[in-house]
T-cell receptor, first 109, second 116 residues
């Protein structure tokens, strides 16, 4: 099973672009890369998922290099409401995912 | 919108008590999951179920059991609560994989259980 490594915490300011990088050196061929967001007193919420190259949706982009050993979640023009914990997961089946401690992102005014 | 509800937001129990945590989802999802979340450890899978009356152990099943009698409901049972089971418990549901792809999980708000 792949294991992910991501920074424990990050700070940024409103209006900035925030990039959170996750390393997953042992990712398997069938594994997808998924990011979740969690606010205090709530369960995690799915943000984005990808397999290779770049994926973009209405809230974020996910960049995955050719070797797939890392990935970067990009949040454009963050606001105070983006303050949350962000989890990077790799796996191909829901019950085989390993959740790390996540990255606590603090957005300052 | 998918809705996953959990029976309690906060629960306080005494050591040795039998504890039931209930989870209900309204999206006809095949898969349901129970996690516990502790500071610095992320989420750890306790049990999951891929169908009614079916269950599989996750990473930390010791001290827990589960029940899934109906598709929409998944219960976590602490047979004899202990202080080291004080934690946040999260329930989630998802569709079964389609063609081998992962499907996102939808989480409930969590139950913060304190065992005294």
């Amino acid at each position: 099973l792949a294991k992910t490594t991501q920074p424990i915490s990050m700070d940024s300011y409103e209006g900035q672009e925030v990039n959170i990088t996750c390393s997953h050196n042992n990712i398997a061929t069938n594994d997808y890369i998924t990011w979740y967001q969690q606010f205090p007193s709530q369960g995690p919420r799915f943000i984005i998922q990808g397999y290779k190259t770049k994926v973009t949706n209405e809230v974020a982009s996910l960049f995955i290099p050719a070797d797939r050993k890392s990935s970067t979640l990009s949040l454009p023009r963050v606001s105070l409401s983006d303050t949350a914990v962000y989890y990077c997961l790799v796996g191909d089946l829901s019950y085989q995912l390993i959740w790390g401690a996540g990255t606590k992102l603090i957005i300052k005014p | 919108d998918v809705k996953v509800t959990q029976s309690s937001r906060y629960l306080v129990k005494r050591t040795g008590e039998k504890v039931f945590l209930e989870c209900v989802q309204d999206m006809d999802h095949e898969n349901m999951f129970w996690y516990r979340q502790d500071p610095g450890l992320g989420l750890r899978l306790i049990y999951f179920s891929y169908d009614v009356k079916m269950k599989e152990k996750g990473d930390i099943p010791e001290g827990y059991s589960v029940s899934r009698e109906k598709k929409e409901r998944f219960s976590l049972i602490l047979e004899s609560a202990s202080t080291n089971q004080t934690s946040m418990y999260l329930c989630a549901s998802s569709f079964a994989p389609r063609g081998g792809t992962y499907n996102e999980q939808f989480f409930g708000p969590g139950t913060r259980l304190t065992v005294l």
